[in-house]
Every structure is written in C-alpha cells, then in structure tokens.
C-alpha cells in the first residue's frame, strides 16, 4: 500500500510542528497511515519515518510495541470483546465464544469477506457496564448476546450509519493549530537541543 | 478513623440514607448533556478557576492551596501532588506537564469519563497546574483506544484556544502555554510513568530506571517534567475555587477530598461513584442502594480487589475497612487507581487469578528478564492448571516463579524489575493460592474446578480459539 | 580516555590535596571508587565480578537483563539494585554475595534459560559463552520450565554477514544499543512486545551496517552468528595472538585467531586510546584473503612472456639483476621503490634501507598518488583521544566512516556524547555531516576560498578561538591534486596557531612507512613524478612493494604508462594483481598474520603485529626479501630476525628511538613515536584553479570501504558488497542534463570520456559530480589527469 496522501502530509506536518521533538508525533502520525489504509503498510511507515527523521527500523520497533497497529489488512470493522477481569465475571467469554460462532472465525482472525476481525481485547475501561465490546473502539455496553446477534446484523447491514467509521479512524475532530498557537515549549526546548 | 475499622457488629447498608454521602466536585456535570461542550461548561461555572487563578494568584498561590489540599494524586501511587510539584529543580527550564490519560488498568474507569463527559474540566485543570508549575507546554496523552475522548478533547482544546483560554497571553495575561492532543495506540504500561513519556517522544513504551530519571528532575526530553493523573488534574479547578483547606476538610485528613471509586463485578448496580475519601467503607459501596445495592443475586463476597488489578485482593474481613489510603496500606493492599472489582462465591478463583495473570503477561514490555519471561511463565502454569493438566509441584513453583519477580511476595511489593508491572502480576497469586489453594489443588488432582463455582470459557483453555500468551 | 593531557599553568598555585576518589565497601572489603563510577565497574576494581549481560562498559546502561542485582545498604536498609544503573556514592555499602542477591540471580537465570533452546552444541558460541558459563557458576541445576518454548524461523540473515536467531536471543539489547549509540546506523530494532519483544530488522531493509560485526562479537549468547565463521571452528579449538589490523590506518587492536594453521576470525580488542573494542567488518572479515587459494607461495619469474613458479635463490638473483641493468643503465636514479604502507615497521625499515642505502636511489614512495605530501607528518599531531576531546574538531580530508571507519566512530562519539563540534570541510558530504555543527561543501579546487569564508565567519572564528582545536588533515578528492587541500590546511594552521593535526592518510602502515623512510629522498621523485618518469623511460626499474599501481593510482592512464614504459618491474606481494601480472619477478610476500613486527597508526602509536600462521608455502616477510635482495646486491644489511630490525629502527630513527619489545610489551595500547623531525614541513603551495564552466561538473572521486582492492576481492564475504561504479549527481543537475535517475551518461574530461550509469542524489552538491573510486569495473580513473589541479567533466545523457 501507500505512503501518506498529500493531504495527510499536510496534516502529519502540522503535528509534527506541535512538538519540541519531531519523534513525538510518531504515534500520532501511524494512527493517521492506519486511518488512511486500515492498516501499517510498509512503505507508509517508511514514509513516516522519513518525516520525522528516523530509520525504518525505529518507526517498525515502535509500531509493533503497540496493540492497536496491524501490519496486515483487517477487517472494516474490529470487533473488540473486552476480556478484563471485570468482563470476565460477567460473562464476556460467553460473548466472545457467541461471536465467533455468529461470524465462523476464531477469535484474532478476519472474515473472509473482510468486514469483520474479531478480538478478544484486554481491560476498554468501560468495567462497570460489563460485559463490553467496542467496534472500531466505539462501545457498546453490557452487551447480551442477543445485543451481539443485532449489532452484527445492522453492521452487515450498514444500519448504523456514521457510529463506526471504518477501522483505523479514531477521532474524527482533530486539534488545530490556531494563530494563538503560543509555541513557547517546542522554541525553548529547541534552544536547549541547540545546546 | 482506626476506631472505625473494625465494629462489632457491621451496620446494615441496605437502607438508604445510611451512607455518608458529599458534594460532587468533579463528576457534577456527568449527568448534564452538553457537559462537554464549551457552551455547557462556561454555563456551568467553567473557566472562573482559571480567570481567578492567572489574574488574582501567583504561580507559588495556585501550588500552595494544591500543597494545602494534600490532595493524592489518583493514578494509582497516591503521591500528593502539591509535593510532587514541589520536586521541580528551580531554574531548570524548559518543563514540561504530563497528563495520564492512559487509564488501562482492569477495572479502572474514570480517567475515561472525565474526559468524554467533562473535558473542559480537566483542560481547565491542566492550565492551571502548567501555571502553577511554570510549564512552557502540555501534553494531554489519552488511551489510543478511546476515540471519544480524543474527539471531545480535540473539539474542546480547539474551543479553548479559540475563547483565549490557552495558547498566547491566556487572558490577556502575560501567561501563555500550549496544550498539545497526542494519545496512545494501546499498551497498559504506558500508563507507567516513565514508559509514558518515552511513548510521548516516539518510542517504546519501556519504563525507565530511577533513579535517575524521576520525571521531576528528568522527564521528557530529559528535562523536568510533571506527570499527573487526570482525575488529579479534574480537581485543581475546584480547589482553586473553593480553596486549599475546603478540599482538604473533605474527606478525611489522611486522605483528602472526594474520590471516584469504579465498582465493578458481582454488585447489583455497578457504577461509577465520587464518594468522600477515607470515610466510607467497602461495605457501604457494596451495599447501600445509593451506590451498588448489594451482591447480585443476595450471594456474598469471596474475594474483592481494591484498587486496581495490580492490587492484593481483600476478602470478607476487609469489608469494614474505611477508603483511606494509610489504613488498606496497612491491611496490605492499595486503593491505587480506585478500582473495586467485586467477585462473589460463584467465583472460580484459578481462573480468576490467570485471567489478571495473564494481563500482566500480555502487557509487560519485555525489558526486564523477570517480568518479560517470569509473568509469562506464572500465565502458562496457570493456564495448564485450568486445562486439567496441572502437576502438583505447580503451587509451588507458582510461589516461587513470583519469588523470582518479588522477594518475599510481601505488600507493599519488593521487585527484581524495574516498574511494578511484574511484581503485579504476583498479587492475584499470592491472594488466591494463599487464601483458596484448595480450589488450586482441586483443579491439580480433578482437572476440574470445585463444585459450585462457574468456569468461563476461557478461549485456549476450553477449546476456544487463540490466546495470547 | 586515558592519558589526556591537560596543560595547567605552571604558575597556578598548587591545589590544596582533596580527595578525589569515593570510599565504599565491597563484600567487606575497602575500595577507593571513581567518582561517577557505576557500582558494577567498581565491584571489578575492587576484584568482585558482577554477572551481567545487558551492560557493556562502552554503551549507556540499560538495566534490562537484571543479571547484575546486589545489595546496597541505604537509608532504608538494604535494597536489592542492579549494579550496572547505580553510580557509586560514599560510604556505600555492597553486597554481592547475600543469600538474597543469589537468589534473584539464580531468579533470572532460570527466566533466561527458561525459553532458551540450549543447543549449545552445534552453536557457535558454545565454549566462549556467558549465558552457558554463568549458567554453570551462578545458576539453579535443572529447569523447571516445561512448557513449550518460544519458536521462531531458525535463523534470519539481517545482513549479508550476520545471521540472527531470534530463539538465542536473551534480549539484552546489545546490539541495537551498538547500531544506534556507536555505529548510529539504527537499521535493527526490539520490535514486538512482551515475550514476543525479537531484535529484527525493518521488513527488507537490512541491517547494511560497516560495522555489523562488532554485534556478532558482543552478543551475550550465539544468537549473532557472522557467516564468514559459521561453523568454522569450535572456541576451544581456537588459539590466538594479539595483534593489530593494518588495513586502515587507525590501527585498531585485535586478536587473530585461528586452528590448525588456518585464520578463522579477528576480535576487536578494548583499547582505551584506539578502538574501544569496535572494528569494521572489511578489517574483521579480510582474513578471508590471507586464506585465498590465489596467494602467491613461490617467487614468479617471467620467461618467454609467461610468469612461471621458480625458488628463491633464482627469483632473488633475476631481481638483483634487473635492478643492476637498471643502476648501469641510468644510475641509481633509474630505479623507483613505491610501497611499503602494507607492511610492518620491519618491513618498511629494511626497504628504505635497501632503496636509499643499497641501491641508492631517491625515488621512494610509500604513497601512490592519492596521498598527501609528507611533511603533513610533520605537523604537531595529535592523538585520537585529543581529536575526541577537542572543543572543535575540524575535518578537512576524506569521508572518514569509508576510509578510516573506526576514528568516524570515534569522532561521532565526541560529537554525540562528549558535545565536540565538528566543522567539515567537504566535497561531498558523507558519514561525519549529520553529525556536524556545520558542514561546510565547497567545490573541488576552492577549498582555500572556503577556508577563508568560514574563518570571517563569527560564531565559527569564536569556536575555533574558544578551546583546543584538531584538523583531522587528508585528500578529500582523488580527481585533483592535493595542492589545494594542504593550501587549505595552511590556511586554518595559520588561523588557529595552536591547532593539532591528525593526519588521514589511509593505508594501513603509511604513516610507519613514511617515517621509517619509504618516502623520497634528497631530490627524490613522489610516486607521480616516478611513474611519469617510468612512463617516458627515464625510470627503469620500478619495484612495487605490496603496491599495486594499476589499481590505486587515481589517474589511470599514467599507471597503464607507467607500467608498460618501465623496463623492468619487480612486485613483491602476497596476492596476485594487475600489476604483478605485469612484473618481470614476484617475490611472495607473508601476508598478515603470518609474520609479527610493529605497526604506526596514523597518530604514530606504535603496536605489535602478531604471527598467527605459517607463511604460504616459502612466502617471507619483506623485511626479509630485502634483506635478501640486499646480500644479492652485494650488501649485507645485517638484519637476521625481526628483533634486529626492531633494534635497528630504535637506533637509527630518532622518531622509533623509544621502541622495543620491552616497551611494547609492557604497553599493550602501544607507544607513541616522535614526530619525525627530519621532514620537511609542508609548504601551502599557491594554487591557480580554473573557473569552472558553467556546462560542465568538477569531479569528486573518492573511496568507499569496500572497492576492487585486493584484500576484499579476495575475501568472498566481503567481495560482494563493493557497489558499482556509478557517477552521482544532484537530481535538479540530472535534470539539467536531460537525463533521470539510472540512464546510461556520456562523461567527458579532457582526459578521456566514458560511458556511466547515473545515480541521483540530493547528497551531491550542485555543479559536482561525485564518482566512487576502484569499483569492480570501474573506469573513473581513465577521466583523471594527476597533474591538473581540479577534474571537469561534461555530462551528456545518451
Ligand atoms: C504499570 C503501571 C501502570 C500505570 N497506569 C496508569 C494509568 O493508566 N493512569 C495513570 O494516571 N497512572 C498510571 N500509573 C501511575 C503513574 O505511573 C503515575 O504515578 C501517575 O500518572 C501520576 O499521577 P498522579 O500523581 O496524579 O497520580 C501506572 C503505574 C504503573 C506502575
Ligand atoms: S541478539 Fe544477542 S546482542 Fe542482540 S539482544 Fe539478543 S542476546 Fe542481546
Ligand atoms: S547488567 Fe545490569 S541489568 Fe543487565
């Protein structure tokens, strides 16, 4: 796949620019290659690397630390059954199992027409509405199987309209960067770097 | 409050009114439906804390009242943030303010709803504390998971610099700091500190050793830096308004001020609860209809964590014990990150330990050879136990792989790592095979788990499919 | 840093005694500790080794393998800390032997090899390595893992010379700490988490590193394997010498190991003033040409147009003879002597003895045109370790990480850690630029200019003027003379008065061949005046030492006409070469390794050479051929053995008047020779350079670490990793010239004009053209005249 889009080059450079350090907007600026594609591909974290300055490698090392990055495609929508203590009591297993049956895939795997890739997932922070699932990192709690066969079917469906963006968009505000930006931390760090 | 701890008699919670309940500081606007927006906030008392703060106090004002307040911080270590604050080497600058959104510990959930339901709050906050603190900028690092908060913080932070509220001459005053969105991509021990600021220059979210990094004197970009909570920052606002001391006559002297405790599990209404810190009992959150109304189904508590997955498990005789910090540290637990996860008697307590275990196991960094191979290993065991395979030296060599992660397996833990990921996962062991190791010798010698307890379907233990390890 | 000399005033008055070192307790026992010390490095003074794995003295601690836990009495009693992250403090007190530190340390082992796949015998590392000995000293008996143990692919190549297996791996982070803080190619990664945390590379971007080898040797386990010693031999097999690697002039120190009389493997040696341990793979893994089956064994005379094997006696004799017909033929002047920079002192010694004593002649030369006049030598020089600690550190020669690949991790390090600035001078940048303070690129020929600018520069005079200053001094440009380089150079000594010189000339022993006297005589040609003279007759006879001119002289043409006008050559030589194809008599010479002697690095340290095989059937040291040659000439120059060279070098060279093998025996890091000063200091020449025309490009031609030479031709693993030789331009000049990034290019000098690939690149400034030199088929020398002072090319595209 791709490297960044023109347009996301603009937005990669305008978060890069928030940051005393270029390295900082490294998380941020996979997120915003994995919105792009769905996924990391190789030749968008190279060319994140070359954005902020760093190896290959380093972008690989950093991107593989974190969960939520897949090297490979997915599907639109990333069913997460939460598996926290919390779910676990209340039966997210159960869920889990239910899902897997409902879609004919295991847990970690993809459906083959990739709309859905199901997961069990550690601890959403969402523990007093267990169990709790989360599409594309969008909740859904205290979820009965019955609320699993009906979520399923209206995502098949495409009932839901704009709640689950497609896998790897996250926030669909973004922060700006406005005239009264004061820049004050990132020129005095610079100064120092500058020794 | 050491008369409190244990009556004779436990008084009956189930009636209402029979609570200690206090004001709201922090989770007023949990119910109010445009909380989030700027409009709402503003309506609501926002930004006076501010204006007061920049245009009637001094930097070393704001910081006294929060020294005055001892308020702890609420990400889980419970260190008061006046003091820490007070750790900044003077005339070391540029610093820097962190603020830990990462919330990921199980059965913590708090972090998440301030931010999605009252961002402003806590952007107010955290304007204040840079204030206070002197900090050229901030960064506001949320769980990568949560995508609402991000929106709702990146839809507030824009409105704040558009209303003057950070950026340039904040008010026209001569104060000016950013607040910069950046957020995770999910791994729990980001939330560590250290391993947060790492993660916020790009890297691996591996802890670092401190000495000598303490954030304070050496935190991102090795310059002195502040990390605190975010509920601890939700806070600052209040204490600027109604002072210091207010906060602190709330709540109780040792452990000061409101706080939000997440009860989650075996209750009857789980939720999310702003109680008075240090004053009320686990039993009174178990019990009493203003909060979680009792055990579901009439059953009993076999076994509770107080704070946080990382946290020994308490168990009936602990139910009476007050949420102040000196008292359940001195019980031998914490109340950490204010996570109450409530298991009742159909609790299988094998799988209940692996499945914290193997939180721990899936969420270590890999740095430190302990943590990195030890949890993965105490995972396995375990797993094998719950698979019917277990041999009976397994309880020891459980005992004794936790040995290896944290000599003496005491509380407050000892550790042969660097960050207390590892030692964690030795606090659901030590607390279930001390206290239910015949449920453990039942699986060794039945394959099975005792009668009268559930077993979920754990996946990779019951046929299911692919489990992390 | 050791001997770091500070020059305090003489007249400061005496510092009142104040106690410099820190008193702790180590097991019980009193020890002074350095100031900033780490407590596991004082534990070793004070003669306790901590077990360890993640740290290595010459990398920033990372406290990951938690090997190195010991007790440290504090405010709250006794803490478990690891040694390695806990600098020492007064009054502290150690415990490294307490029930409880045995205990975590038997903790870890047990997690360490609970995953570990224990196939120490078919690993390569099995009988040399830590985890299986300290397995043996500090770890529990059995294993009480039983699960399954982590799997992974059986090895992966990361690089053309290191194999990597993840299943090995104990994670330490050795060697992705040593590509990113030493090498600074940070191409291998931790990638994963957890227990799934595996160093890798980036997915098809391999870990092309100049100096891979080095992890190979640092990894704790053997899951760094280097190819060219894969299975080769068994560690208790292997014996070894101490010895020095001449295949660049910095000298690092090694260990030659081998078996049965064969090289299996060179080993980085720690030392403080040079190499710190590190090496560069082509010196690691050149040995492989000491083994080539194209060694030349036996003498080589040429009869009937052919080469043909013959003995001693009769290849010795030819060689007197044609050096006789030459003597009578135009007197000792019609001889040339160019080499010597391949070998030993000794060898050096005794063949300077041999030109200017014996035969007489003037024209020496241990350069070959690629040089720098030898009064460069001359200068006050300076010490690596100066260099590394200068405020500023001016580089006005080559691309240090290609010629001299180990002073760039030198100096890197200066200027990442120890906050050196260093100011380059440049044709082209390279290695040294991101790390500059400033970069300077000028236009071949305008050094001087650019000298200038850069010296009315503010900030840049108030740094130079503000601390100690270094020149690391070289040729930065094959394809012009180096008339401007030492103008330039004379320039900045003038500036800055009290500036030291590190001279950067590249071959291995140049600097102890310069000094011992392989340089010319009164009246003596350089090596270019030599080979002109060869070309149109008025030299008869050259003699190329170790020397192959057809190779490494840059102007192509005047090598092939030097070769074909000289009536008679001699090669003395241990592998075969386009030159020596063209000899009249080859004398085979011992290579590497297979003779001992001393060595002069390029700040004039001198080191011991080691002898680890027998010479190549009746191969011998050069010393010994010119010893040899001189008896056949009729002198005796008494040289018997190595040590009398040795004794002869101490007695009559005033530079070596300090050197013995007692003195070097007592001083493993070497000892310092005296700057000659018996040279001639140089003189900044005037320089008139051309404009240059608009249409045209000025040609840089410089070396990269792997080309055509004869020691990684013949190394197989090294061979192929010389690139091709393709002429690089900026994108916007490839743009001008109509041409894109890989078409075939017309290049025209006034010399000659060729056919090259082209390769886009923003590196290159504009107006330049940068060609890489002695690439396999490589035809750049053919566009250089040596004596012009700057090389204009046309570009057109075909
Ligand atoms: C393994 C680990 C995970 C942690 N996770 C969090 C977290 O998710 N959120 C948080 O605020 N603090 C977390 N902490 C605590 C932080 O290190 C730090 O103490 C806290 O953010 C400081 O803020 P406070 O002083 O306001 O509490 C964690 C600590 C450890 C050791
Ligand atoms: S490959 Fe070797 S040096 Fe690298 S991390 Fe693994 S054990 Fe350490
Ligand atoms: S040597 Fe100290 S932790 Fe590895």
């Not at chain 3, 291998?188 to 227990?195: A, Q, V």
């Not at chain 3, 014996?239 to 493997?265: F, H, K, N, Y």
Request: glycine fraction near 10%; charge should be negative.
């Amino acid at each position: 796949m791709a490297r960044l889009t023109d347009a996301n080059v603009v937005v990669a450079k305008e978060i890069i620019a928030r940051f005393p350090r270029p390295k900082s907007a490294l998380i941020p600026l996979l997120h915003l290659a994995q919105e792009q594609d769905g996924f990391l591909a190789n030749d968008a974290m190279a060319h994140v690397a070359e954005l902020v300055g760093v190896t290959a490698a380093e972008v690989y090392g950093t991107a593989t630390f974190y969960e939520m990055f897949k090297f490979e495609r997915v599907g639109r929508y990333c069913l997460n059954v939460c598996t926290g203590i919390s779910c676990h009591l209340m039966g997210a297993w159960e869920l889990l199992e239910h899902a897997e049956e409902l879609l004919g895939v295991k847990a970690g795997s993809t459906t083959e027409d990739l709309l859905f890739t199901i997961e069990g997932v550690e601890c959403i922070a969402a523990c007093t509405e267990a169990p709790a699932v989360s599409v594309n990192h969008r909740y859904r709690y205290r979820v009965t199987p019955e609320d699993m066969d009906r979520l399923i079917d209206d995502l098949r469906h495409d009932r839901l309209g704009g709640e689950f963006p497609a896998h790897g968009v996250l926030a669909r505000v973004r922060q700006r960067t406005p005239d009264n930006w004061a820049g004050t931390g990132a020129a005095a760090q610079q100064a120092v770097d500058a020794r | 409050m050491s008369d409190a701890t244990v009556p004779p008699t436990p008084p009956d919670y189930t009636q209402p009114g029979r609570v200690p309940t206090g004001p709201k500081l922090i989770t007023t606007r949990f119910d109010q439906p445009d909380g989030y927006t700027y409009d709402g906030y503003v309506r609501t008392g926002g930004y006076t804390a501010l204006r007061k703060a920049l245009t009637e106090m001094t930097p070393e004002q704001v910081h006294q009242e929060v020294k005055t307040s001892e308020m702890q911080g609420r990400g889980g270590a419970g260190f008061p943030a006046g003091t820490k604050w007070g750790f900044l080497p003077p005339d070391v600058f540029p610093r820097y303010l962190v603020i830990n959104g990462d919330e990921s510990e199980p059965g913590t959930y708090k972090d998440r709803k301030l931010m999605e339901l009252d961002p402003h709050q806590l952007i107010e906050g955290v304007v204040i504390a840079a204030y206070a603190v002197r900090a050229a900028q901030a960064f506001l690092y949320v769980r990568g998971e949560m995508a609402l908060a991000q929106e709702r913080l990146a839809q507030a932070l824009n409105d704040a610099y558009a209303h003057n509220l950070i950026g340039r001459n904040i008010l026209g005053t001569d104060f000016s700091v950013d607040v910069v969105l950046t957020w995770g991509a999910g791994a729990y021990i980001v939330g560590e500190e250290t391993a947060l600021i790492e993660s916020l220059e790009g890297e691996r979210g591996m802890p670092r050793l401190k000495p000598p990094y303490f954030p304070a004197s050496k935190g991102l970009y090795l310059q002195p830096t502040i990390v605190n909570n975010v509920e601890t920052l939700s806070n600052v606002p209040w204490i600027v308004n109604q002072s210091g001391q207010a906060f602190h006559d709330l709540g109780a002297p040792t452990s000061t001020g409101m706080r939000i405790f997440a009860v989650s599990g075996h209750v009857n209404h789980p939720g999310v609860f702003e109680v008075p810190n240090g004053i009320t009992t686990f039993r009174m959150l178990f019990d009493a209809p203003e909060y979680c109304g009792g055990v579901r189904d009439g059953r009993s508590v076999k076994a509770f964590i107080p704070g946080g997955a990382s946290a020994m498990w308490f168990f009936d005789e602990h139910l009476d014990l007050p949420l102040d910090k000196p008292t359940i540290d001195k019980a031998g637990s914490m109340l950490g990150s204010g996570a109450i996860v409530v298991m009742d008697d159909t609790t299988d307590m094998v799988a209940a330990c692996w499945n914290v275990v193997n939180f721990f196991s899936r969420e270590s960094c890999g740095k430190c050879t302990p943590c990195r191979e030890g949890t993965t290993w105490l995972q396995r065991i375990l797993k094998r136990i719950l698979a019917g395979d277990g041999r009976p030296e397994d309880i020891d060599l459980l005992m004794d792989v936790s040995e290896s992660i944290s000599p003496g397996i005491a509380w407050p833990p000892r550790q042969t790592t660097i960050c207390p990921l590892g030692p964690s996962a030795v606090s659901p062991i030590a607390s279930a095979v001390r206290r239910f190791r015949h449920e453990f010798e039942h699986y060794i010698q039945h394959g099975r788990a005792v009668d009268g307890v559930v077993t979920p379907p754990i996946h990779g233990v019951h046929g299911g499919a692919r489990i992390h390890v | 840093m050791s001997d770091v000399k500070t020059d305090a005033p003489a007249d400061a008055a005496p510092e009142p005694p104040k106690k410099t070192t820190l008193s702790i307790t180590v097991d019980g026992r009193a020890h002074e500790a350095q100031p900033g010390q780490l407590v596991i490095d004082a534990c070793e003074d004070a003669g306790t080794y901590v077990p360890r794995f993640c740290y290595h003295h010459r990398m920033n601690p990372v406290g990951m393998c938690r090997q190195c836990l010991v007790e440290v009495e504090g405010p709250r009693g006794p803490m478990m800390v690891v040694s390695c992250m806990t600098p020492v403090a007064e009054g502290q007190v150690v415990r490294t032997e307490t029930p409880g530190v045995k205990r975590a340390q038997e903790g870890v082992l047990e997690m360490l090899l609970a995953n570990h796949p224990l196939d120490c015998p078919v690993c390569d590392k099995g009988g040399e390595c830590p985890l299986q000995d300290q397995a043996f000293s500090h770890g529990p008996g059995e294993s009480r893992y039983v699960e399954e143990k982590r799997h992974y692919e059986k090895p992966i190549p990361i690089s053309d010379l290191v194999l990597l297996d993840r299943e090995r791996c104990i994670l330490c982070d050795r060697c992705t700490r040593f590509a990113d803080e030493v090498a600074g190619d940070k191409l291998i990664h931790f990638i994963s988490r957890g227990n799934a945390t595996q160093v890798n590379t980036f997915p098809d971007e391999p870990f092309a590193s100049y100096f891979s080898g080095n992890t190979v040797q640092i990894c704790p386990v053997g899951a760094l394997t280097a190819t060219p010693y894969r299975f080769k031999a068994r560690p208790w097999d292997l014996t070894q010498v101490e010895s020095t690697c001449t295949t660049c002039a910095v000298g690092c120190r090694i260990v030659v190991q081998g078996s049965r009389d064969q090289l299996l493997r060179y080993q980085g040696v720690d030392s403080d003033p040079v190499n710190w341990g590190w090496l560069c793979d082509r010196g690691r893994f050149n040995f492989e040409a000491v083994n080539s089956d194209q060694r030349l064994g036996t003498p080589l005379v040429r009869e009937q147009g052919e080469l043909r094997p013959t003995g001693w006696s009769e290849a010795l004799a030819r060689a007197a003879q044609l050096i006789r017909e030459a003597v009578d033929a135009g007197g000792p002047g019609s001889v040339a002597v160019l080499g010597g920079a391949r070998g030993t002192n000794e060898d050096a010694f005794a063949w300077a003895r041999l030109a200017h004593d014996v035969i007489g002649t003037p024209h020496v030369s241990a350069q070959l045109g690629d040089g720098m006049p030898v009064g460069l030598l001359a200068l006050n020089r300076a010490t690596i370790d100066e260099a590394a600690s200068a405020s500023t550190i001016v580089l006005l020669g080559p691309d240090l990480k290609e010629e001299l690949p180990v002073l760039y991790l030198r100096l890197r390090d200066a200027a990442e850690k120890r906050r050196s600035r260093i100011l380059e001078f440049t044709p082209k940048p390279g290695g040294m630029t991101r790390y500059a303070w400033k970069s300077i690129g000028y236009e071949p020929g305008t050094q001087v200019g650019a000298v200038h600018a850069a010296l009315a520069n503010d900030e840049i005079a108030q740094q130079l003027g503000a601390g100690n200053v270094v020149i690391v001094a070289g040729r930065a440009n094959l394809a012009e003379t180096s008339a401007a380089q030492v103008a330039a150079l004379g320039e900045l000594l003038a500036a800055v008065p009290g500036a030291k010189v590190l001279p950067a000339l590249r071959r291995g022993n140049v600097v102890g061949a310069v000094q011992l006297g392989m340089r010319p005589g009164k009246d003596g040609m350089d090596s270019r005046a030599a080979l002109a003279a060869a070309a149109d007759g008025t030299v008869e006879c050259l003699i190329l030492v170790g020397s192959d001119p057809l190779s490494d002289v840059p102007d192509a043409d005047l090598a092939r006409r030097a070769m074909a006008g000289a009536r008679r050559i001699i090669a003395v030589d241990a592998l075969p070469s386009p030159s020596t194809a063209l000899a009249d008599v080859v004398l085979a010479a011992a290579a590497f390794a297979e003779k001992s002697g001393t060595t002069t690095n390029l700040e004039g340290r001198v080191t011991t050479v080691g002898q680890k095989v027998t010479a190549r059937h009746t191969a011998r040291p050069d010393w010994m051929i010119a010893a040899q040659l001189a008896a056949a000439l009729g002198t005796d120059l008494g040289l018997e053995s190595e040590a009398d060279v040795l004794a002869a070098m101490a007695e009559l060279n005033d530079s070596y008047a300090e050197i013995s093998a007692a003195a070097l025996a007592a001083a493993p890091d070497g000892v310092l020779a005296h700057v000659p000063t018996t040279l001639d200091p140089i003189n900044p020449p005037t320089v008139a350079v051309p404009d240059r025309n608009s249409y045209d490009f000025r040609l840089v031609v410089s070396r990269k670490l792997y080309d055509a030479a004869v020691g990684t031709a013949h190394s197989p693993s090294l061979a192929h990793l010389a690139g091709g030789a393709t002429i690089h331009i900026h994108p916007a000049d490839l743009d001008r010239v109509g041409a894109a990034d890989g078409d075939s290019v017309k290049v025209t000098s006034k010399r000659a004009s060729g056919v090259f690939q082209a390769t886009s690149d923003t590196t290159v400034l504009r107006g330049t053209a940068w060609v890489p030199f002695n690439q396999p088929g490589g035809t750049v020398g053919e566009l250089i005249d040596a004596t012009a002072p700057v090389t204009d090319i046309r570009i057109e595209n075909l």
